[in-house]
Structures are given as C-alpha cells and as structure tokens.
C-alpha cells in the first residue's frame, strides 16, 4: 500500500542546534515534495518545494534533501530557536493528479 | 498576500444538524480543497473543486458535500452531522495543477 511516514513521536532539539526531520515514503513516484509548518489551531504554511530532480533546497535556515533512491526527504533547521517550535508535515504529489499527499507531521519543540 | 478566510473559528452543533462550512479566497484561486485533520492521521482530503460548478470527491467524501457558486467560494456541507465528524476542517486553495496550497485558518467542529 501507498504510505508517507513522519516520525510520530515530538523531537525535542535544544537551542542553537539543528533539527532534522524525516519523510519517508513508499510506493509513490513523486514529482516533487513539500514542506508546510502548523502552528496550535492554525492552518499549515508553506516552507520549501523540492522537485524530483533536486538533491537540495535552500532558504535562509531551512535546508531540505530529496532521495529518491532511499524515498526519503529530511528537512533542516540551522541555528534553532524557540519560535521555530511548531508542527512540520511533508506533502508529495505525483504527477497524475492536483491532490498533495500528506503526513502526520512532526512536532518539534525547540528548549531554550 | 494570499487570503483564505473560513466562517468560522469554533462550533458546536448537534448529531443531525446541518452544517455548513464555509471558505472564501482572494487570490482568484481556480482550485480549492476541503480537509479534515485528526490526531495522527495528518490532513485528508474531503473534497475539492478546480473550476466554478465542479467537484471531485477526496478520499473521505462519504457524509459530505460540496458547493462552489462562485470562484472565490467554496462551501461544505455536512447533511446529517454525526460525533465521528467532530474534526478540524481546513480549506486551501491554489492556483494551478501542483502547485503550493494556502489554507485558511480552519474550522474545530465538535458535534454532541
């Protein structure tokens, strides 16, 4: 069956380090993935896009990788901070179709 | 910036009401999109619509329906609520085939 997978369990990261959150999925020929991030009680927000044929993707402190070998996306927070706490999901979308695809998500929680 | 309002923050209705949600954007978005949100089981997508008068059934379509009158709007509507149905309901909207969502700042529904 068709699955994306992000670690269920909250990721407690302490301040000033880097976050590193995991996408995993199986059987789906993405044409690209996306990262959102939700706050409590709000909708998710757009964060980064990274197509099939990307290995990186860069903006200001966020970083995220895309193997398609492995079927794998992480996303990276540099130089974290407590604001930065939050809910992240993963989204991929194949090419047949308009609808996003989306994980669980994972919350993180930056310790001052 | 992007818009996309939603009725309502909060509300509590009864098994057996009707209930209608519903979600306005700004951005002359061709394509909007109902979701639910339950704990661990990430966003799932109701409904959605990609043009003025369609819809297309999501992958949990089953004890709602849809309205979309007029582009920038786009209704749900839950015919007979039950208490399986207390959710968060997001609505987000976009401009073309893949491309990023922009959801609106969602609906907690809670039926008794």
């Known amino acids: 069956s068709q699955k994306i997978e992000q670690n269920s369990e909250a990721l407690n990261i302490q301040e000033g380090k880097t976050a590193t959150l995991t996408c995993n999925y199986t059987?789906?020929?993405?044409?690209?993935l996306q990262w959102y991030r939700q706050d409590p009680g709000r909708g998710p927000v757009f964060l980064l896009l990274?197509?099939?044929n990307e290995k990186e993707k860069r903006k200001e402190r966020l970083k995220v990788t895309f193997d398609t070998t492995l079927k794998q996306s992480l996303f990276h927070i540099t130089a974290s901070q407590p604001a930065d706490s939050a809910t992240y999901l993963c989204?991929?979308?194949?090419?047949?179709?308009?609808?996003?695809?989306w994980g669980a998500g994972t919350k993180l929680i930056i310790k001052p | 910036d992007v818009k996309v309002t939603q009725s309502s923050r909060y509300l509590v209705k009864r098994t057996g009401e009707k209930v209608f949600l519903e979600c306005v954007q700004d951005?002359?978005?061709?394509?909007m999109f109902w979701y639910r949100q339950d704990p661990g089981l990430g966003l799932r997508l109701i409904y959605f619509?990609?043009?003025?008068?369609?819809?297309e059934k999501g992958d949990i379509p089953e004890g709602y329906s849809v309205s979309r009158e007029k582009k920038e709007r786009f209704s749900l509507i839950l015919e007979s609520a039950s208490t399986n149905q207390t959710s968060m309901y997001l609505c987000?909207?976009?401009?073309?085939?893949?491309?990023?969502?922009?959801f609106g700042p969602g609906t907690r529904l809670l039926v008794l």
């Open positions: 989204a991929l979308v194949e090419d047949s179709n308009y609808q996003l695809i």
């Open positions: 951005m002359d978005h061709e394509n």
């Open positions: 990274i197509r099939e």
């Open positions: 987000a909207s976009n401009f073309g085939q893949q491309e990023t969502q922009y």
């Open positions: 619509s990609y043009d003025v008068k369609m819809k």
């Open positions: 059987n789906y020929s993405p044409a690209y």
